[in-house]
């Protein structure tokens, strides 16, 4: 008997099969990051459909639950042509789907991470689209079982003046504990802590701070996704 589904997705990845067919792949919210195959995907009308991050009404259909299966789907919303002209939002976008599919395992339901996406590619729109994907990938971790302990220092309990973070433990540290292992450790940026704006090279510290946890924790031993890697070009 055939097996079917219908949910709502997001394109992470997609690759060509042959001349008119397209190779999709989603993180859909009920059933997780899943694969399909969609019959004239590549064609023109795909080329607009079929983008990163657009959002899709899903229909999969195959003959058993482990085959690879067909999509059929609807736009719900053009992420990806809504952010054509701003390159640096649209790095944001490519990275997420890269990022998520490379730590995701396959047809396990993240409802959260799916979520949390919906609500990273909305703000992606505005200015603050940077804070916004760092505070998303911080999100990520935490959702994937590795989140940051950002609450109290490690080494003395305090609460306050919290600036950096072990990049063995993820665990916060006050500027006054760090002394001179400060070299050592990860510089944490408040924008992380509250609701402030990053200041002069916070971007980039969030950035490789939550790109170190990845690397370490959900990635190894593979690298970052390539688009990922080049998202902190786009930082001011």
Request: some cysteine; hydrophobic content about 45%; glycine content about 10%.
């Amino acid at each position: 008997m055939a097996v079917s589904w219908q949910d709502t997705g997001i394109v992470l990845t997609t690759r060509r099969l042959g001349e008119h067919d397209l190779l999709l792949g989603v993180l859909s919210r009920q059933h997780g990051r899943h694969a399909g195959v969609v019959k004239g995907g590549a064609g023109r009308r795909g080329r607009g459909l079929y983008q990163p991050g657009n959002q899709l009404a899903l229909t999969w259909r195959a003959r058993l639950e482990d085959h690879l299966g067909t999509f059929s789907a609807e736009l719900t919303e053009a992420r990806a042509a809504a952010l054509f002209d701003r390159p640096g939002p649209l790095a944001g976008l490519a990275a997420a789907c890269a990022v998520l599919a490379a730590t995701l395992p396959e047809r396990d339901p993240w409802p959260d991470i799916h979520d949390d996406l919906v609500r990273l590619l909305a703000a992606l729109g505005d200015d603050n689209w940077a804070v916004a994907y760092v505070r998303w990938e911080a999100s990520l971790l935490a959702d994937l079982g590795f989140g940051l302990d950002l609450s109290a220092c490690a080494v003395t309990g305090r609460t306050d003046d919290l600036a950096y973070v072990s990049p063995r433990t993820g665990r916060a540290v006050c500027r006054e504990a760090a002394g001179p292992y400060r070299a050592r450790l990860l510089p944490l940026p408040a924008f992380l802590l509250a609701e402030v704006p990053p200041g002069p090279g916070d971007l980039a510290n969030g950035l490789a701070l939550t790109a170190h946890f990845l690397a370490q924790h959900v990635l190894a031993p593979r690298p970052l996704p390539q688009p990922r890697a080049g998202l902190g070009q786009w930082l001011d």
